[in-house]
């Protein structure tokens, strides 16, 4: 591949050409770009930058006397253009009305999440996500209800209302009453500490002579030892829009690149592990084409953006064909991450 520059005539071309090509769909001739581009040249002239052009691997031509096509690599250097000195987006006040009814009828990060990946899918009619990941998650409160014997669902809430459950044996049967009293004293103990230290804490406590403890305290230590035993992650993850990739709007994709990422989508854990590959810091991820390291995405772009408050990192994004209209796809995810961490800043 040839290591052809581009000067800003080849630039603007090529801006031009994938900008066509977005609206489009079809393969964009050099008579229209003659017309579109604003150069002032002939359309011979603006062949000649084609052939650099497709040299360089910016563009392809699907047949002799087709017109051009761009490749990943114009893409990433349409998006980049479209990066250069851009501010910060916000979105439009139906958007921003949506997310914020979502947020005052699903109080609990994981509702609220949800309700976002569903208005992001929706407005982009593509595969919409949301993330948050908290590193220190302190504990806000402790509950323990019976299920019948011996069996005990446990349900932890932490920082930003996140929600945990968990089923665990209490090696006896208790009353409920004897649950309430246990993670009263839980509560009052621990409420506000990193569940690490908790951790800790629990098991420091149980070492010591049992006697000292009445048997209160013996219950609830046996059931938070239980409870904290490999406790999931504190993490919450969303994504929908699944319809979207059956339609017809989605060419150039094949049937089973499709299903691929349909399969994807029901392995949240493996999506999750591919966004933590791509998303470094904050702000605005875009990776196109051939840019990702999952063979099964290399038809699709990927385009988020991540806020970042104190332990807690929250990413809004989208997934789809990498002919996507990436000037609006940038400003919808931007604005709504904006949005969504000014909502779960509120609950926490």
Do not use: C
């Amino acid at each position: 591949m040839s290591s052809f520059e581009l000067s800003e005539r080849a630039r603007r071309l090529l801006a031009t050409l994938v900008s066509e090509y977005i609206e489009t769909g079809e393969p964009v001739s050099s008579q229209i770009l003659a017309r579109r581009s604003g150069l002032g040249v002939s359309s011979a002239t603006i062949r000649s930058v084609l052939a650099h052009l497709e040299e360089a691997g910016y563009v392809h031509q699907p047949h002799t006397s087709a017109g051009r096509v761009p490749t990943d690599r114009a893409y990433r250097v349409f998006v980049d253009q479209l990066l250069e000195g851009r501010k910060p987006a916000r979105p439009s006040a139906n958007m921003e009305s949506q997310l914020w009814q979502h947020a005052a009828s699903a109080p609990l990060m994981d509702q609220l999440l949800a309700g976002v990946s569903h208005v992001v899918a929706r407005t982009a009619r593509q595969v919409g996500f949301a993330l948050s990941e908290t590193h220190v998650v302190t504990l806000q409160r402790i509950e323990f209800i019976p299920l019948g014997g011996p069996r005990v669902l446990v349900v932890v809430v932490s920082g930003g209302n996140q929600v945990t459950q968990k089923v665990v044996d209490a090696d006896e049967a208790l009353r409920p009453q004897d649950l309430i009293e246990a993670a009263n004293y839980l509560n009052s103990e621990f409420a506000g500490l990193p569940l690490y230290q908790v951790r800790e804490a629990v098991l420091a406590r149980i070492q010591q002579e049992r006697t000292l403890y009445d048997e209160l305290f013996g219950r609830a230590m046996r059931l938070a030892k239980s409870t904290l035993e490999d406790l999931p992650a504190q993490q919450a993850f969303h994504v929908e829009g699944a319809a979207a990739l059956l339609e017809g709007s989605n060419d150039g994709v094949s049937l089973p690149t499709l299903r691929a990422l349909l399969e994807m989508m029901e392995e949240k854990e493996r999506m999750v592990r591919l966004l933590n590959q791509y998303i470094d810091g904050p702000g605005l991820t875009i990776v196109i084409g051939a840019e990702h390291a999952a063979p099964d995405l290399r038809s699709f772009s990927l385009v988020a953006s991540t806020t970042i408050d104190g332990d807690t990192s929250r990413t809004v994004g989208v997934i789809g064909p990498t002919r996507m209209h990436y000037s609006r796809t940038i400003a919808l995810v931007d604005g709504t991450s904006q949005v969504v961490s000014r909502m779960l800043r509120n609950v926490n």
